[in-house]
């Protein structure tokens, strides 16, 4: 579906520049440091001013974090939620208040605000599809036959609901793919780590870590290796995003396959404000294309600017 600018939503003065709000979830891993560096570099080079908050990890301060903005009137804001349910109601408060809002990367629950009434529009990835692609990867990789640990992202955000469906869809009805447990290790290193290390002494015949993103994916292996597995060979390890470091492990065949988040928003997002301010229609969702990372391509894209 595509929405018309001024369907209720409140308008945007087409200016040269303007003072918009960015709500950021945290700051604890490289794919957020990346997405705050590529909207800081946009608004600069356009001449916008960027009020930058980080919700340090808390759904809670995230929510007051918009209501700040609200209050410093901002034109528009930018806001990655956290949390689908949580943040529902700060994009409404923000609509209320007449400012409009752009969703980046994660999403709101759908069934509490909606694109072309609450927000503007969501720009991200497909998480579903991301998930999708790493299962059937795997069914085709494993004949279908798998003994899984699935490392979960931010309990209650978009990006670990819709990769668990995405993945689990994908290997419906195989009878020989199991998950053996999938606990949540909230997006973060460390976490995943200490997960993986207490899942594997329940689960030692684990031959498959699906990890939600690549910190966590980074973590397990840590914990793989501390008891004595080979990641990459005992067990396969498949992750979401991309990063250089992860991409780096695919070449050294310790991560197996990598489905790409993109974090650089920058450019689109700045360029939908101002198709919004002048008025053209805009889709209810603009969906980032995402590459893959295999030990084929990985050597290759590492000696690029990927
Ligand atoms: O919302 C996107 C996810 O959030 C990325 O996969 C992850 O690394 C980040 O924290």
């Not at 930018?78 to 943040?87: D, G, I, T, V, Y």
């Not at 299962?135 to 668990?164: C, F, H, M, Y």
Request: charged residues 25%; glycine residues 8%.
């Amino acid at each position: 579906p595509v929405i018309a600018y001024a369907q209720g939503l409140p308008k945007l003065a087409q200016k040269k520049t303007y003072k918009v709000g960015f709500a950021q979830t945290e700051s604890n891993n490289p794919w957020r440091l990346a997405q705050t560096k590529s909207m800081q570099d946009e608004a600069k080079r356009l001449g916008h001013q960027l009020v930058y908050t980080d919700a340090a990890g808390s759904a809670a301060k995230q929510v007051s974090d918009v209501d700040s903005m609200i209050a410093q009137r901002v034109d528009a804001i930018f806001l990655a939620p956290r949390e689908e349910k949580p943040l529902a109601a700060a994009v409404k408060k923000a609509r209320a208040a007449g400012i409009p809002v752009i969703l980046l990367d994660r999403n709101v629950d759908q069934k509490l605000a909606k694109a072309g009434t609450d927000y503007v529009t969501f720009i991200g990835s497909d998480f579903i599809e991301e998930g999708r692609r790493v299962g059937e990867w795997l069914v085709k990789k494993t004949n279908g036959q798998a003994k899984i640990i699935q490392l979960e992202g931010t309990t209650g955000s978009s990006p670990a609901n819709d990769r668990r469906t995405g993945f689990e869809n994908a290997i419906k009805g195989q009878a020989g793919m199991k998950i053996l447990a999938s606990q949540t290790g909230d997006f973060a290193r460390d976490k995943g780590r200490q997960v993986m290390q207490t899942l594997l002494q329940a689960h030692p015949d684990v031959n498959v870590v699906y990890a939600h993103n690549d910190e966590m994916a980074i973590g397990a292996i840590a914990a793989l290796e501390a008891a004595g597995k080979k990641p990459g060979k005992d067990v396969m390890v498949l992750s979401i995003d991309g990063g250089r470091e992860a991409v780096q492990l695919v070449a050294d065949g310790k991560i197996n396959y990598i489905v790409e988040c993109n974090p650089k928003f920058g450019p689109k997002a700045f360029e939908t404000l101002a198709a919004y301010a002048a008025g053209k229609k805009i889709p209810a969702k603009i969906i980032n294309p995402d590459r893959e990372f295999t030990a084929e391509n990985a050597k290759q894209l590492l000696s690029s600017a990927y």
